[in-house]
């Protein structure tokens, strides 16, 4: 949670002493409700750690230790808000004087945007009150092997958002826009770590 609060303190550029002045206000947009994927009986489906591992190999990823779980029980976002997702978190940082699709020229790290929707999503859970469990938004770090899409394939290792849907994972990197289920990302067997 420390390391999600300072990602998101980084991103907005708020002031971490009393002593610098006041940043001008940040209006970030309302983030609207995602739609939860539904199971047999139309309930909210929920997933636990297993399950969420077994995703991941069935998605080509080998990661054993290197998988770290926040929570043990997670409810999946319906893939059919995954729109949803990114151009809210597009939205946000655009409001914070962040351009995502030139966030590459500088440093980059995908966890700070994943852990920014991650609370989004748990905010806007939480207010809904549609659910108390874990929404499944997480990060993956990998070595571009191969090329995917405006990416190289040039062994540099680069981070990616990872969402836990009814149909299994989605990666998705913000800069490009480019998503894609985990099985067909082209370097699913590169992932070296896994945080949700």
Request: with cysteine; glycine share 8%.
């Amino acid at each position: 949670m420390k390391r999600c609060l300072l990602s998101l303190a980084w991103l907005l550029q708020l002031p971490l002493r009393s002593d610098t002045p006041a940043a001008p206000a940040i209006k970030i947009p309302d983030f609207p409700l995602p739609k939860f994927a539904t199971n047999e009986y139309g309930g909210v489906a929920e997933v636990g750690v297993t399950r969420l591992l077994r995703e991941l190999q069935i998605g080509g990823v080998r990661v054993g230790d290197d998988f770290n779980a926040a929570d043990s029980d997670y409810v999946l976002v319906s893939g059919e808000s995954m729109g949803l997702l990114s151009a809210w978190l597009e939205a946000a940082v655009r409001s914070a004087g962040v351009q995502l699709p030139i966030a590459r020229l500088r440093p980059y790290d995908g966890a700070v945007y994943a852990n920014l929707l991650e609370v989004a999503t748990s905010i806007a859970a939480s207010r809904g009150q549609r659910s108390t469990l874990a929404i499944p938004v997480g990060v993956i770090i990998c070595d571009r092997k191969k090329p995917w899409g405006d990416l190289p394939g040039d062994g540099q290792r680069d981070a990616y958002i990872l969402v836990a849907t009814e149909r299994g994972f989605l990666v998705f990197d913000p800069p490009t826009r480019q998503v894609v289920m985990l099985a067909d990302y082209p370097n699913h067997s590169s992932v070296v770590k896994v945080r949700i």
